[in-house]
Nanobody, 129 residues
Framework: QVQLVESGGGSVQAGGSLRLSCATS????????MGWFRQAPGKEREGVAH???????SYANSVKGRFTISKDNVKNILYLQMNSMNPEDTAMYYC???????????????????????WGQGTQVTVSS
């Protein structure tokens, strides 16, 4: 129903930048909620950044001020701009997608839950000192 393909990973020096891309296909409503995750060897998967169906964003404290999540709704591409990178950012990065599924009386709409049904294959990011 939804397919996700990440690209843009690679190796950079500390202080450098990378931009990850996630191309989406399928029902756009089912990818209205999107996010980036990462997992380093021996560590738990970590939520990095999320973008809600209304365009609102949130970030892990470890990347605030350095990473920016955005989406091109015409081309259906999710981006993660990563600046001022450090070796702790080394991980496999995954994009994920789902539809809004929990009702918010405050917002007057369904919102994203950050529980995702669709996942990409991942792209490796390595940051050296």
């Amino acid at each position: 129903q939804v397919q996700l393909v990440e690209s843009g990973g690679g190796s950079v020096q500390a202080g450098g930048s990378l931009r990850l891309s996630c191309a989406t296909s399928g029902d756009s409503y089912n990818s209205a909620c999107m996010g980036w995750f990462r997992q380093a060897p021996g560590k738990e998967r970590e939520g990095v950044a999320h973008i809600d169906s209304d365009g609102s964003t949130s970030y892990a404290n470890s990347v605030k001020g350095r990473f920016t999540i955005s989406k091109d709704n015409v081309k259906n591409i999710l981006y993660l701009q990563m600046n001022s990178m450090n070796p702790e950012d080394t991980a496999m990065y995954y994009c994920a997608a789902d539809r809004p599924s929990t009702w918010s009386a405050v917002a007057g709409r369904y919102r994203c839950t950050r529980g995702y049904r669709y996942w990409g294959q991942g792209t490796q990011v390595t940051v050296s000192s």
